[in-house]
């Protein structure tokens, strides 16, 4: 019986799904672009982070977020069980690594939606990612979105404009950048760049 070559797949490799990154600065929208998108294409699967933030009013565990202490966090980095964390803002985030990779095996196409620190840690391990920088229309209409949030003390609100200012700076690190002057545009624009449409 002849042997199968290692690596042969029913699916060639180029048909397969990128796992495709979103990022950028903190108040930028990519939630709601994200939740815009996932509302006319359900098929595209975001992976759930583990956060040790508290849950914000009408946050759901295993929904926006998976809310874990310190301790169990310490635990999925000891383990290599995520694959990008960071910490932000006195919080710790992070991207588990297996149901990433079950989807993306599936053939699904998978988003993930972190920010800069997470960003290059995938590009590390993940050569193969698309990187995707969402940018605010301007400076003054990104600290007007924060500050208008009404959810955090004044000292985070200055840490994550200052934050701001280096992420913005590390738009050439990314392979597409898309500006959100419309969440319907910049929504079909991610579409169209992970092949959706």
């Known amino acids: 019986m002849a042997a199968t070559p290692r690596g042969t797949s029913p699916v060639s490799p180029d048909a397969r799904p990128r796992l495709t990154v979103l990022s950028g600065p903190s108040g930028v929208g990519k939630s709601t672009v994200v939740a815009h998108m996932r509302k006319v294409h359900p098929e595209v699967w975001l992976s759930v982070s583990a956060t040790t933030r508290k849950p914000r009013p009408g946050e759901r565990h295993g929904v926006q977020y998976f809310f874990v202490d310190d301790e169990e966090f310490d635990k999925l980095v000891a383990n ?76 985070v609100i200055e840490r994550r404009l200052t934050a701001a200012k280096v992420e913005l700076a590390a738009e050439a690190e990314f392979d597409e950048t898309l500006v959100n002057t419309s969440v319907e545009d910049v929504s079909r624009e991610l579409l169209a760049l992970m092949k959706v449409l």
């Open 80 to 155: 290599g069980e995520l694959l990008e964390w960071a910490e932000f803002a006195g919080n710790r985030y992070g991207t588990p690594r297996k149901a990433v990779q079950d989807r993306l095996e599936a053939g699904e196409p998978v988003l993930l939606e972190i920010d800069l620190q997470g960003a290059r840690q995938v590009r590390e391990s993940m050569k193969e990612a698309q990187l995707v920088f969402l940018a605010p229309p301007s400076w003054e209409e990104l600290v007007r979105r924060l500050t208008g949030r009404g959810t955090e003390a004044p000292e």
